[in-house]
């Protein structure tokens, strides 16, 4: 089954990713980005210059799915991320279109378990995550209304392109052969590679007729120690490397007057625990969950950045 999208941030690196899924997959994309970013969407997908709400909802009139991938910057989530979401809300119900969402893991907190699934309660301990928590609960009162809402919750992006931990941490020295790792090197940390979420995207549209009013689904994309990924980088760069401890202490220092320090001192607990993502429901769903195995999935990464 194909259809329609409009993806809503197609600009932004998950936005990307999933309007050129979309596309290869043979539905009509349409491309929401901010005025002046048509030439940052995916060719072969129609630019859609605007951020006026009224316009995106009439725009969405007519397809089959909305993805919501408008993503503030970090020190803008507070004012912008609910917004985002009415807007994204509103044009699915408008258009009587499916909803699709990439939830993340802010939603459970400094105390979350070490593995999450679905009936994992949630329990935010930052501003991040209790407003995540809100977004989600905004779109279960859409889907009471009747809007259909898919959830697939992953752990932290990498591929792409440039903006995450991956490019703008773990990478960034690696022409030095540095690899700056932001917690305990043998704790387990869940990543998520875009091509393969966003594929998992594609599938879960393609059978949103099976699915009830709202559904969540975890993705588990590579959930490996910060010793395998470094081992993994290392073997992407054809050369051995030195693995350089992140400053929090700095970071944390730095909050009280540095707007991006305050954002990241919150987030820093998760580089603390070891978490993964269960994916028995989605493959209950999908079958074969996309998969890229790790060293190409990072092979594959440092050539985008022009780093192997």
Not at 78 to 91: F, M, Q, T, V
Not at 92 to 106: D, H, S
Not at 146 to 154: H, K, Q
Not at 252 to 265: D, M, N, T
Request: hydrophobic share 45%.
């Amino acid at each position: 089954m194909t259809g329609r999208a409009l993806v809503l941030g197609a600009a932004g690196r998950f936005g990307y990713a999933a309007a050129e899924a979309f596309r290869m997959a043979g539905w009509d994309v349409a491309s929401q980005v901010r005025p002046g970013g048509a030439r940052r969407v995916p060719r072969g997908t129609k630019a859609i210059e605007t951020l006026d709400r009224a316009v995106v909802s009439e725009t969405a009139c007519g397809t089959d799915v909305v993805v919501h991938a408008l993503n503030p910057r970090y020190a803008d989530w507070h004012r912008l991320a609910l917004p985002l979401a009415y807007s994204a809300i509103d044009a699915a119900e408008t258009a009587g279109a499916t909803l699709m969402f990439p939830g993340n893991i802010y939603n459970y907190g400094a105390g979350m378990p070490q593995l999450l699934d679905e009936a994992t309660p949630m329990a935010p301990s930052t501003r991040k995550g209790k407003l995540r928590v809100e977004i989600e609960q905004r779109m279960r009162e859409a889907s009471e209304r009747g809007m259909r809402t898919i959830i697939l919750r992953a752990g932290d992006f990498f591929g792409g392109g440039r903006g995450s931990w991956f490019d703008l941490v773990l990478a960034k020295d690696l022409r030095r052969g540095i690899v700056t790792y932001p917690g305990p090197i043998d704790l387990v940390h869940e990543w998520a590679y875009l091509p393969d979420l966003a594929a998992a995207f594609v599938r879960l549209a393609q059978m949103r007729e099976r699915f009830g009013v709202f559904e969540t689904f975890g993705f588990p994309g590579h959930a490996v120690t910060g010793r395998e990924f470094v081992a993994a980088l290392a073997k992407a760069a054809h050369r051995g490397l030195q693995i350089k401890r992140m400053s929090w202490w700095l970071i944390h220092g730095l909050r009280p007057i540095v707007p991006i320090c305050r954002e990241l001192s919150e987030l820093a607990y998760l580089w603390q625990q070891p978490h993964r993502i269960a994916g028995d429901r989605l493959k209950g769903a999908l079958g074969d969950i996309p998969h890229t195995p790790l060293e190409v999935a990072v092979s594959r990464s440092l050539r985008e950045l022009g780093l192997a």
